[in-house]
Every structure is written in C-alpha cells, then in structure tokens.
C-alpha cells in the first residue's frame, strides 16, 4: 500500500508484536519500555488503551504483561477471512511430521517476508512465527520467479548491486525455479547475514572497496541459488526447499517450505519439492 504510515500505529502494533513473541510472557513496564525505547508516558498511553480494550492484561501480582482475551476474538475469525492461510497452517504440521524436517508458511507484505506459521524441527532452530525477512535476494526466490518481470525486476534491484553479473545470475535462477516448480536454497543463515552485511557496507566505502564488495555480494547473493547446484554429486547442506501456493487469481499467495538444514542428494530434494508442489496444490484446488 502506498503513502506515508502512522508512527502511534506502529508503536501500538510494536507492543502487541513484542508480547506475542515466545518467551515474553513476562514483560514488566520497564522491560517493553526498553525493548521498544519508548518514552514511559508513550508505553503507558499505549498499555492504557490497550488493556481497556481487552488487548493486553497485567497480572495484578507479579506486574506482567500479556496479551489479552480480546486477541482471541480476531484470532477466531481468521479462519473465515483467511481460509487458505488456515488450511495452510494446518499443512505444515501435517508435513512436518510426514517428512521428518521444519515447514514453514512465508507471505509477502510489501517488501517483507513474514513466517506466518513453522512447526518442527530443534528447538535451537525454531524460527516464531511475526519473523520478519528482507524481500531481496538471496530470499523470496518462489515469489519472485512466478511474478511479473516488473516485479522480479523490482526484487532483484533490492540486492542492492548494479553489478549486470548479479542481475543475470538471479534472472536465471529465476527462470530454472520455474522450469522446477519449486526453489531450493543452499544458502545458510551464516551467508544469509554475510549477504546482508555486504550490502549494507557497500556504500560507505571509497570506490575501490566498493567495487570488490559488489563483487562478493554477486557471489553471496547467488552461491545458494545457482541452478548449477541442480546437477551436485554429493549431498549438498539444504537451507529450504519452497514451492508457491497460488490464488484464484494466479499470483503466489504464499510458499511452503520445508527446512532440512541437513545435506541431502538430489535425489531426495527432488522428492521433498515434489510433495510440496503436491501439497501447495491441493490447498489451491480446495476451493479456499
């Protein structure tokens, strides 16, 4: 949605987020005021408002906050108003304990990915759903590949880089994802964050430096993606297989994703992304 946004909305909208988050059941007034850093008058205001309204309680003992019973109303309705993320919910509990591995649900908020659901896998592991990633590459490659080229252009042009070498290599992983169906990610969290890194030092530095930054971005952005890696002979350490689920409309509504973090054959991707595509297709064809 274009046009500015409500900063009061979203320090509304950052304490309820921050409550939500597993393990912040216990977040005393000082605690969100400093998780936030939000004046007190601002936290108190919001707190106010927020628990007259049911949103948000305070355990009269221990000073607590948590989220309210109101939220239980909106909660309960998202099954109506969101019938396919629903369902789909209900999909990655079923195939995480069918294949074994974490799955996910990614949607797209402007240029955001937010992990609506995960379930399995370590605990260590774990991703809460709210987890909010960068729509660029190396990420979001299954919503990417079905888009528009305005759109896909518009992804790539996130990298950050104006390297051309960068733009060709993530066009054809744009291009081999949909020849397959599904997206499949080599790229682990440690290159993930050295991606991100790259992109931000990239420019606040002399030319020269520059200039070898952007060309270790190319090879960052693209070294988990490369459809080259399709033809491994060995197991390769698999960061998520993704396959998108469509609307009635056509566009991706949202990919799942399974996270073995393992190395696997090929062999045994295919198979993974093949029972995704499976199920991405049968929640299409639900009727939801």
């Given at each position: 949605?274009?046009?500015?946004?409500?900063?009061?909305?979203?320090?509304?909208?950052?304490?309820?987020?921050?409550?939500?988050?597993?393990?912040?059941?216990?977040?005393?007034?000082?605690?969100?005021?400093?998780?936030?850093?939000?004046?007190?008058?601002?936290?108190?205001?919001?707190?106010?408002?927020?628990?007259?309204?049911?949103?948000?309680?305070?355990?009269?003992?221990?000073?607590?906050?948590?989220?309210g019973p109101a939220l239980a109303v909106v909660a309960a309705r998202t099954g109506a108003v969101r019938p396919l993320a629903h369902a789909a919910h209900t999909t990655v509990t079923q195939l995480s304990a069918e294949l074994g591995y974490?799955?996910?649900?990614?949607?797209?908020?402007?240029?955001?990915?937010?992990?609506?659901?995960?379930?399995?896998?370590?605990?260590?592991?774990?991703?809460?759903?709210?987890?909010?990633?960068?729509?660029?590459?190396?990420?979001?490659?299954?919503?990417?590949?079905?888009?528009?080229?305005?759109?896909?252009?518009?992804?790539?042009?996130?990298?950050?880089?104006?390297?051309?070498?960068?733009?060709?290599?993530?066009?054809?992983?744009?291009?081999?994802?949909?020849?397959?169906?599904?997206?499949?990610?080599?790229?682990?969290?440690a290159l993930g964050q050295m991606t991100k890194l790259v992109g931000a030092l990239r420019d606040d530095v002399p030319a020269h430096v520059g200039a070898m930054l952007d060309q270790l971005l190319v090879e960052c952005a693209t070294i988990?993606?490369?459809?080259?890696?399709?033809?491994?002979?060995?197991?390769?350490?698999?960061?998520?297989?993704?396959?998108?689920?469509?609307?009635?409309?056509?566009?991706?509504?949202?990919?799942?994703?399974?996270?073995?973090?393992?190395?696997?054959?090929?062999?045994?991707?295919?198979?993974?992304?093949?029972?995704?595509?499976?199920?991405?297709?049968?929640?299409?064809?639900?009727?939801?």
């Amino acid at each position: 949605m274009k046009g500015s946004t409500s900063a009061p909305t979203a320090r509304v909208l950052d304490i309820v987020e921050l409550l939500a988050k597993p393990g912040n059941e216990q977040l005393r007034f000082s605690d969100i005021v400093r998780e936030l850093d939000l004046t007190q008058a601002t936290a108190h205001s919001i707190l106010k408002t927020l628990s007259d309204r049911g949103w948000v309680t305070r355990d009269p003992a221990g000073k607590a906050f948590r989220l309210g019973p109101a939220l239980a109303v909106v909660a309960a309705r998202t099954g109506a108003v969101r019938p396919l993320a629903h369902a789909a919910h209900t999909t990655v509990t079923q195939l995480s304990a069918e294949l074994g591995y974490a799955v996910s649900v990614v949607e797209r908020v402007g240029d955001s990915l937010v992990i609506t659901a995960f379930e399995g896998g370590d605990a260590g592991a774990q991703t809460p759903p709210g987890e909010r990633i960068a729509y660029a590459p190396p990420f979001g490659v299954a919503f990417a590949a079905w888009d528009t080229p305005e759109e896909q252009q518009a992804w790539i042009a996130r990298s950050g880089s104006t390297n051309p070498e960068l733009a060709e290599r993530l066009e054809r992983v744009l291009v081999r994802t949909r020849e397959r169906g599904f997206d499949v990610d080599w790229t682990t969290q440690a290159l993930g964050q050295m991606t991100k890194l790259v992109g931000a030092l990239r420019d606040d530095v002399p030319a020269h430096v520059g200039a070898m930054l952007d060309q270790l971005l190319v090879e960052c952005a693209t070294i988990g993606l490369l459809p080259e890696n399709d033809s491994a002979p060995r197991p390769q350490p698999i960061a998520s297989i993704c396959a998108p689920v469509f609307d009635d409309t056509g566009r991706v509504a949202m990919i799942l994703a399974v996270h073995p973090f393992v190395p696997l054959p090929m062999r045994r991707v295919t198979a993974l992304g093949t029972r995704l595509v499976e199920a991405a297709t049968y929640l299409r064809g639900s009727g939801l």
